[in-house]
């Protein structure tokens, strides 16, 4: 045990926020946010760690119902491509999945990613160009698991294009939308991913997806994998 560990109550919370963090797209209630618990969850957001510090991300947030209802035709346009993927059964259960909050949730917030931002050399992404977008990555995520711990939902809407969402919103040329994203308390949190319920999805053991040392190494570590199997 660490000295820098956080006591048992908090390690508890703060897995069971990982744990039951949902993407939400139907169960919003129109229960405003209060200004004081979204600046918590900006500033969340605002603490993820980035590569040579960079801090790519900005934050716009969405009440205008104009702008989302322009954001949900953008929706509408890319899920009915989307649907073009599936057949059959397949394509009946897709049809039948809620896959957006737009109008329902009181806020939207999309987070960017400036792609020029912290200049032409930043520390640490002279190999790996992408960092900017990893390093936003981790803001929506930690946003996410702050909502989860403040009893709010959070549903990524990834089925937009980007081109026409950047000028929906009216981005710079150099920022990328990352993530367009429904906030709002909700009537519950599903015990399991909505995806895994439906019977889109299943989670992948995660024993199958270990390596030791090289990709074609298997883990002799057995009291790992035991700990690994419980529940």
Not at 22 to 33: G, K, Y
Not at 182 to 189: D, K
Request: proline share 6%.
């Amino acid at each position: 045990m660490s000295d820098h560990s956080f006591s048992d109550e908090q390690r508890a919370g703060l897995y069971r926020a990982i744990h039951e963090r949902r993407d939400v797209r139907s169960q919003f209630l129109p229960d405003p946010i209060a200004p004081d618990v979204l600046a918590r969850l900006l500033k969340a957001a605002h603490h993820a760690p980035s590569v040579g510090f960079m801090q790519p991300w900005d934050f716009i947030v969405i009440d205008s119902i104009d702008v989302k209802r322009a954001v949900k035709a953008l929706y509408d346009d890319a899920n009915a491509d989307a649907a073009q993927n599936y057949s059959d059964e397949r394509a009946a259960l897709y049809r039948r999945l809620k896959l957006e909050g737009i109008v329902d949730s009181p806020i939207n917030l999309c987070i960017t990613c400036d792609r020029q931002r912290g200049g032409p050399h930043v520390l640490g992404r002279h190999t790996m160009l992408e960092t900017d977008l990893f390093s936003t990555c981790l803001a929506v995520q930690n946003l996410w698991l702050a909502a989860r711990a403040e009893g709010i939902g959070v549903g990524w809407v990834s089925i937009v294009d980007p081109a026409r969402l950047a000028e929906t919103l009216k981005l710079p040329a150099q920022v990328y939308p990352l993530a367009y994203l429904c906030l709002g308390y909700v009537s519950e949190f599903l015990p399991k991913p909505e995806l895994e319920i439906a019977g889109w999805r299943s989670r992948l053991p995660l024993e199958q997806l270990l390596h030791a040392n090289t990709w074609d190494g298997s883990i002799d570590d057995h009291a790992l994998m035991a700990a690994i199997r419980e529940p």
